[in-house]
């Protein structure tokens, strides 16, 4: 392609001459191979333009940057954008061409996974080739990649985008971040519908505050979806009514799930122990709907994926019907086995308050015994959520143990601290393992563990090395060490 023929998104590329192909675009000058657009992006720890001499250096075809960047004479078409980062994920959607037909993205602060992953299951389930992408990765037909962003940035997106369309992908549901929107990742996507599912405390590190926070989620609906799409909200959060608002007045079509919701009521809901029976009116219709999911918030998140499915084309009456059969995403209230007596074992990736909140809620309704939880919070991260979790632990569970969880580069003793100084009763056992060993084998009858916070996660970052861990094979262990030990005896 030539650089002229991105005149519509470079504005300055019409007469910047460069008759060359342009054969890429990249925001890291390291990646550039002659042909490359750089896109000069401003960072946190760096500003892209000071890379624009060595992208030139390596055969660069143009640089782009942003209207007042400084860019010394590097004997290359300088292109001025206002917003590279969207401009990245233009040209990005350009020369990596080629989109699933029908695609939606998710937002809200927990759930953003499972929903992305509950629509493609409801997809498959009506015969269309349908693909997820999202913080555990990227499943579609014959493939499932472990993944590491929650909205992968636009040169992998679109990149990834055209590799699903080749292979006959005709429906995708995808993941947007705070991070992500509000780095124009998803720009370059034509979206057909969009959904929200909550807004709670998050990325406290990143965003200054909860206002500037929702912000960005919300240009998800304010920029990203056009007019008279439909945006799916579940209406049964404190920040459903300013999201239902900001998507009316940006024109689009809102459709409320949940027990306020209008176009998706849930009206009763019993609670069994690994499942639950949903009664849900769609357009005066009542459904039976079996669930065999456990926890509240996992009936919210099936109403936003069926509001999205029901939105881009299926039947009312197959998209909920398709709920009956859903799995849980991997690390979501995952069951992973029982003790002997019964007690069940879960893996969760509740790593900040809310999901914690809600997840140790979810399990209260069928727990005879005591709720057990297993937590610690990530090293490098919001570090007000701290103190928040253990309130929230010492509250809602009966035996409360704090642990490790991606130390990253911080005192891990000092991260338990401060968890522990409002769990004043909890137990400190900074070696993962061993917490999840002592848990599991002090389990009785009645009782229900939680190991949250990892969920599908393969690995335990401290300091700068990750070493493999996953809690998912740290349960299963505990347990036949449990069961064996039983059977000794
Ligand atoms: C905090 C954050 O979001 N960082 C993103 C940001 O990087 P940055 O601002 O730190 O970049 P920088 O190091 O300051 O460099 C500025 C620019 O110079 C470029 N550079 C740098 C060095 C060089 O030699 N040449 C060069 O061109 C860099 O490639 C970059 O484009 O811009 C980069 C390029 O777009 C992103 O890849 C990077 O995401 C990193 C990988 C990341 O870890 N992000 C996480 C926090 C994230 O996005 N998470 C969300 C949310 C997860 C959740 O909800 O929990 C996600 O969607 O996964
Ligand atoms: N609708 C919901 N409301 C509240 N908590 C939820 C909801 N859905 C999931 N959770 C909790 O949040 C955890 C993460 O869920 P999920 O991975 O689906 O969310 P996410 O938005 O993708 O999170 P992340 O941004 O961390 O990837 C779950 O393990 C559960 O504890
Ligand atoms: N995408 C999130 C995941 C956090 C998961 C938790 N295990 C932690 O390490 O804090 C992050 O990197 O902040
Ligand atoms: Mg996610």
């Given amino acids: ?132 992408i999202g913080t555990t990765g990227v499943v579609a037909p014959g493939r499932n990649d472990y993944g590491s962003l929650t909205t992968p940035d636009p040169v992998a997106l679109h990149k990834l985008l055209a590799e699903l369309t080749r292979s006959g992908v005709t429906h995708a549901s995808m993941e947007a971040s705070s991070h992500g929107l509000d780095q124009h990742r998803l720009d370059g996507v034509k979206l057909k519908a969009a959904g929200f599912t909550n807004l709670g405390r998050d990325h406290m590190d990143y965003h200054p505050t909860v206002e500037d926070y929702h912000r960005a989620k919300l240009r998800l609906f304010t920029e990203l979806l056009p007019k008279g799409a439909p945006a799916v909200i579940f209406a049964d959060d404190p920040f459903s009514q300013p999201t239902v608002e900001a998507a009316r007045s940006a024109g689009l079509d809102v459709l409320t799930v949940g027990r306020s919701g209008e176009f998706l009521r849930l009206t009763r809901v019993e609670h069994e122990r690994h499942r639950q029976r949903a009664e849900i009116v769609a357009d005066g219709v009542i459904h039976e709907i079996d669930l065999s999911l456990a926890g509240d918030f996992q009936i919210s998140n099936a109403l936003v994926a069926a509001g999205l499915a029901i939105a881009t084309g299926t039947p009312a009456s197959n998209a909920l019907k398709a709920l009956e059969n859903l799995k849980g995403a991997p690390g979501r209230l995952e069951l992973i086995g029982t003790t002997k007596t019964g007690a069940p074992v879960y893996v969760d990736y509740a790593h900040k308050p809310e999901a914690l909140e809600n997840v140790l809620q979810a399990v209260r309704p069928f727990t005879t015994g005591r709720v057990v939880v297993v937590f610690g919070c990530g090293g490098d991260r919001d570090r007000g959520k701290r103190p928040i979790m253990g309130e929230i632990a010492s509250r809602l569970a009966d035996i409360v143990i704090v642990t490790d969880d991606n130390p990253r580069s911080e005192e891990p003793a000092a991260i338990r601290a401060a968890i522990l100084e409002t769990a004043p009763g909890a137990t400190e056992i900074g070696d993962r393992r061993e917490a999840i060993r002592l848990a599991v084998s002090n389990l009785k009858a009645g009782d229900t563990l939680v190991v949250a916070g990892k969920g599908h996660e393969e690995g335990q970052t401290i300091g700068s090395q990750t070493y493999p861990f996953s809690d998912h094979v740290e349960v299963r262990k505990a347990l036949d060490e449990v069961a064996a030990k039983g059977e000794a005896a």
């Fill in 1 to 132: 392609m030539k650089l002229s023929e991105l005149a519509d998104i470079l504005p300055s590329a019409a007469n910047a001459g460069g008759a060359e192909d342009v054969t890429g675009v990249t925001a890291d000058s390291r990646a550039v191979v002659p042909g490359t657009i750089f896109v000069a992006v401003p960072g946190t720890k760096a500003d892209g333009a000071s890379f624009a001499g060595d992208a030139a250096a390596r055969g660069a075809a143009a640089v782009v940057v942003g209207e007042t960047a400084v860019v010394g004479d590097i004997g290359l078409p300088v292109l001025r954008v206002a917003e590279p980062r969207s401009a990245l994920s233009h040209v990005a959607a350009r020369l990596y061409a080629g989109q699933p037909e029908t695609m939606v993205a998710v937002t809200g602060t927990s759930g953003k996974t499972s929903v992305a992953a509950f629509t493609r299951q409801i997809w498959e389930q009506q015969g269309l080739a349908a693909a997820s």
